[in-house]
């Protein structure tokens, strides 16, 4: 890429690969598995660019149990811990509840926690700026995550030709050390926000099939 007298020439390699076994039961559906993702940059004589040259490797570990508690009611409870290899250890827990009173109608409450490390290529608004990006400073903490959804969904059938499908969400998600940026002096440098956000929405979606 070349924009006047700034030149960004580099070279980056994703890969995912992925193990698990699926165990069932007549009341338990219980997954566990491993998963290893890689990710590296190497600039090709961009000296323009000041950003450094990275490899991150994650190793993952998850289990999950989907509980038939009755037949109404699915209970499920997943853990997985994954190892960066510069941001250390995060322990994910997650917990669900799945509802159905009837055939065409269902409640799902489920919350959970995540987490983003340190990326210059997340935004696409500072990849248009890469030229004044710093490089990322090893005080940069990865965010964290927790959040809260319901998803009501529900589904009927109107004179004997309209499908009528809806289904509602609400979420709330709080974060912990945002990743900002700090701008100055035409330069960019990524930190951590002291602060939380909190992000609360909702989502519908309606869907209407007419059949001839």
């Known amino acids: 890429m070349t924009a006047g007298d700034f030149t960004f020439n580099g070279r980056q390699a994703v890969s995912f690969s992925e193990a698990s076994y699926l165990f069932k039961t007549e009341k ?6 491993i998963n290893y993702l890689t990710e590296s940059f190497i600039k090709n004589n961009t000296d323009s660019l ?4 990275y490899n991150a490797q994650t190793i993952g570990f998850f289990i999950q149990d989907g509980w038939q508690v009755f037949k109404k009611l699915m209970f499920e409870a997943g853990l997985r811990a994954d190892h960066h290899n ?3 250890w995060f322990v994910l827990p997650r917990v669900a509840f799945l509802y ?12 959970g926690t995540g ?6 290529f997340t935004e696409e608004e500072i990849t248009s700026r890469l030229r004044y990006l710093q490089p990322i400073d090893n005080t940069v903490q990865a965010e964290r995550s927790f959040g809260v959804n319901c998803d009501i969904s529900y589904k009927t059938y109107l004179f004997n030709a309209l ?8 979420y709330y998600t709080q974060i912990d050390h945002p990743i900002i ?3 100055s002096s035409n330069q960019i440098r990524l930190m951590n926000d002291n602060g939380i956000v909190n992000s609360k929405g909702t989502d519908t979606y309606l869907r209407l099939e007419c059949k001839e």
């Not at 338990?28 to 598995?33: A, E, M, P």
């Not at 987490?115 to 210059?120: A, C, D, H």
């Not at 499908?163 to 609400?170: E, P």
């Open 50 to 53: 000041q950003i450094k040259n």
């Open 100 to 111: 159905k009173p009837k055939t065409n109608l269902s409640f799902r409450l489920s919350s």
């Open 115 to 120: 987490y983003i490390t340190p990326n210059i």
């Open 28 to 33: 338990h559906n219980l997954v566990s598995g």
């Open 163 to 170: 499908t009528v499908q809806l289904d509602q969400a609400f």
């Open 86 to 88: 510069e941001q250390g």
């Open 181 to 183: 940026e700090s701008i």
